[in-house]
């Protein structure tokens, strides 16, 4: 977990011009939008605001996304739908992972071990592998890394890595078993 003196950034004139035109922006042109007008429209403003998203990768007019710098959509992943991204470091989805609806992926904490009125700001990336899932309003806190395949059940909440092929769930999460897949005829 990195320390981040986060206040001095976010005052600066620049970074408040940022977050003032992506918020307006995207409450203007993307969020009030049915979840499925104008996708190309959607993905060009993320792009705009310096998100690297793959040209088949699905994100919902509903998702919300705090940093879009900080976002990296690779080949056919999916934001759902009300998901909010809170990315003041990168959150990474490789291809064919998907977060459903409600979750909150949390890029960002404080450091219990000062005292301050301002206690310092924490944060870390966090990795989606490929074909992982988020499931129904889970938090996956900062710093995670969801191995390639796994699955974090409905209201599942994780603060660390979650090993490939493998289901967690609960507060915290824990596992409750491997993801095996079977093909179908």
């Known amino acids: ?31 009030w939008r049915p979840r499925r007008m104008g996708m190309g429209i959607t993905k060009a403003i993320y792009r705009l605001f310096g998100a690297q998203i793959s040209k088949e990768a699905y994100l919902y007019n ?23 991204i809170y990315n003041v470091n990168v959150v990474k989805l490789e291809d064919g992972a998907r977060i459903s609806q409600n979750a909150y992926i949390c890029t960002a904490g404080h450091d219990i071990t000062v005292i301050t009125t301002n ?10 592998r490929k074909n992982a899932w988020v499931a ?5 806190g900062p710093g995670v890394t969801i191995g390639e395949g796994a699955v974090v059940g409905a209201r599942g909440v994780v603060f660390k890595d979650v090993e490939p092929w493998t289901v967690v769930g609960g507060n915290p999460a824990k596992e409750i078993k491997k993801r095996k897949i079977i ?3």
């Open 1 to 31: 977990m990195t320390t981040i003196n986060y206040e001095k950034k976010a005052k600066s004139l620049n970074s408040r011009i940022y977050r003032l035109l992506w918020t307006v922006i995207s409450l203007l042109a993307i969020r």
């Open 62 to 84: 509903s998702a919300s996304v705090y940093d879009p710098r900080n976002l990296i959509l690779e080949g056919e992943c999916e934001l759902g739908p009300n998901t909010e």
């Open 136 to 140: 129904a309003s889970a938090f996956v």
């Open 183 to 185: 093909e179908k005829a």
């Open 119 to 128: 206690m310092p700001l924490t944060s870390a990336p966090i990795t989606i």
